[in-house]
């Protein structure tokens, strides 16, 4: 496992829960660290991303206003902090690491990644 995603659990509606990812015997890589989820069935979908370098956030528009990226240099740590949390926000929480590239294109795309997380599960009751 090249990184380790944590804080994940069960919350209710409404509620928030704070995710952290932090790389397991090295740094981040690439130009942003990326969260993804999968929930069953379905694809695994981009979620907010932050540029290692000048904290750019990138956000999908579901989540906008409602989570929150940042990160600690210090600690090597990103987190996610999720507020204002719905069932449809129940799924595996995936961070990931090594985007070569800046433009939205790329940093939104699992495909552009490739140092991975083991996943977190975040579920959100009615």
């Known amino acids: 496992v090249q990184l380790q995603a944590s804080g994940g659990g069960l919350v209710q509606a409404g509620g928030s829960l704070r995710l952290s990812c932090a790389p397991s015997g090295r740094t981040f890589s690439g130009y942003a660290v990326g969260w993804f989820r999968q929930a069953p069935g379905k694809e695994r979908q981009f979620v907010a991303a932050i540029s290692w370098r000048d904290a750019r956030p990138y956000y999908t528009d579901p989540v906008k206003g409602r989570f929150t990226i940042s990160r600690s240099a210090a600690k090597s740590t990103v987190y996610l902090q999720m507020n204002s949390l719905k069932p449809e926000d129940t799924a595996v929480y995936y961070c990931?690491?090594?985007?070569?590239?800046?433009?939205?294109?790329?940093?939104?795309?699992?495909?552009?990644?490739?140092?991975w997380g083991q996943g977190t599960q975040v579920t959100v009751s009615s």
């Open positions: 990931a690491d090594g985007v070569g590239y800046s433009d939205t294109y790329y940093v939104t795309r699992a495909a552009s990644y490739d140092g």
